[in-house]
């Protein structure tokens, strides 16, 4: 005989009191703007697929890799590849639409994607976009990448260190609009001292010159913008056009008077590291240049531990993002902007030598050429970052570097107007900045003053 039991009464449940923590449960949402990357690189895709490939000429694109007496045992790696125009970059576009679509699909299901799948991802279509282009606008001609390689990093030198500047600035709570007069000054300084010293120590001269002209800047700008609290981005303006205005002054009176003597600056050699220099394609680029790429790599790195992994810079990263509470812990705010502001003039200083004494050409009139506005973007687009920084002027740099040697391709290459290759660095920079400033998490004091209470 079965026996029945009674069912057991439920535990009451506690009620919830006044000071009772209560936990908030959320349900996952998908982002309002999901779409936008995929929907993003599917359009840059439809374009190679359209215009690269299917709308390219029947011509072949030769591509140099390796140069003769390289290291290249056994000619594993061949010097020149030639490769049908229309079906290569048809090819790299399919690439392209493929990682589309992942992100699609993985935006889509609400799918957890690693950053660092998501990068990789990100940068495979970059590369496989550019090589269609590139495929595409060198239809039957010769395509030198190590040569492009080389001028990229030529041109990213400047725009490196003007971004590093820029970090170091703004990472203290000071906004540094002044980097385009800091290049010049160092470039000015550097013709200016190299000249006048000549001989084989000139160059050096000019090199140490370069950092200290820079400074002027530096204190001008950290005097108006953290000593009298004058709005910042109106100061660096005023500075930009004050460095124009001074060193076309003395330009046009001094140097074109005498050029023999204070405008004929002697160029950095090159070091060449044996066996690294010889590895194919990135050889050159990376172990065949003067002191001034070796130092831009030292100081990305240094900067980047000095940042992040120091006390040092735990309290340069807390004036930038709460100053009264750095000051509550004894942090001196406006004496650590100070120092900063002067530490980035010298650095945007030593990459204005690069336009004169790096690259053995005479000082010339607003020389610079915007160089400090983009080396500014590569700053926002890098986050803040020295790593980012440097890949951001690296990308700026081959944008320039591709149209100097789409623009000798003929005229126009595959009927590109000049004046569209002249405009694409800027372009580059305008859409790069345009895609992600808005998701750039600014340091919270950036451009805020700071008055000690």
């Not at 594993?76 to 699609?104: D, E, H, K, R």
């Not at 994607?113 to 279509?125: D, K, N, S, Y």
């Not at 550097?190 to 200290?212: D, E, K, M, T």
């Not at 124009?244 to 405008?263: E, H, Q, Y």
Request: hydrophobic share 55%.
């Amino acid at each position: 005989m079965s026996t029945a039991v009674a069912p057991q009464p439920a535990a009451p449940v506690p009620p919830v009191g006044d000071d009772q923590v209560v936990a908030r449960t959320r349900l996952a949402e998908r982002v309002r703007t999901w779409y936008v990357l995929p929907l993003g690189l599917t359009i840059l895709g439809l374009i190679a697929l359209v215009v690269f490939g299917l709308r390219a000429d029947a011509t072949e694109t030769t591509f140099v890799i390796a140069q003769k007496g390289s290291l290249n045992p056994g000619g594993i790696i061949p010097q020149s590849l030639a490769l049908p125009t229309g079906p290569t970059a048809i090819a790299l576009s399919v690439l392209c639409l493929l990682i589309a679509g992942v992100l699609w699909w993985t935006q889509a299901t609400q799918r957890a994607l690693g950053r660092g799948l998501r990068v990789t991802l990100l940068i495979v279509f970059g590369l496989a976009w550019v090589l269609a282009f590139i495929t595409w606008a060198a239809g039957g001609y010769t395509s030198n990448l190590g040569t492009l390689l080389r001028t990229t990093l030529a041109l990213a030198v400047p725009l490196a260190f003007g971004a590093l500047s820029g970090v170091l600035s703004e990472r203290a709570g000071v906004v540094n609009i002044a980097i385009e007069g800091q290049l010049l000054f160092g470039a000015f300084g550097a013709a200016l001292v190299s000249s006048l010293v000549g001989g084989a120590f000139g160059v050096w001269a000019g090199l140490i010159a370069a950092p200290i002209a820079a400074l002027v800047i530096g204190v001008l700008l950290a005097l108006f913008a953290v000593g009298y609290q004058v709005q910042q981005i109106i100061v660096g303006v005023v500075l930009n056009v004050f460095a124009v205005g001074l060193t076309s002054f003395f330009f046009g009176t001094v140097m074109k008077a005498d050029p023999s003597r204070f405008n004929s600056p002697s160029a950095l050699p090159v070091w060449r590291i044996p066996v690294l220099a010889d590895i194919p394609l990135i050889g050159p680029p990376l172990f065949q240049q003067n002191v001034l790429v070796y130092l831009m790599w030292i100081i990305v790195i240094v900067l980047t531990v000095m940042l992040f992994r120091t006390r040092w810079g735990l309290r340069v990263r807390a004036v930038g993002e709460h100053p009264r509470a750095a000051d509550t812990v004894g942090i001196k705010v406006n004496r650590t902007r100070w120092i900063n502001v002067l530490l980035g003039s010298a650095v945007a200083g030593i990459g204005g030598a690069t336009l004169t004494i790096g690259t053995n050409v005479a000082f010339g009139e607003n020389m610079s050429a915007g160089k400090g506005y983009i080396a500014l973007a590569a700053m926002i687009l890098g986050r803040y970052h020295p790593m980012g920084a440097l890949a951001a002027a690296l990308m700026f740099a081959f944008a320039d570097s591709l149209q100097l040697q789409l623009g000798q391709m003929g005229p126009g290459g595959v009927g590109i107007p000049s004046e569209f290759l002249l405009m694409l660095p800027y372009i580059v920079t305008l859409f790069a900045v345009a895609g992600v400033v808005g998701r750039v998490r600014v340091p919270a004091a950036d451009g805020v003053p700071y008055v000690k209470e």
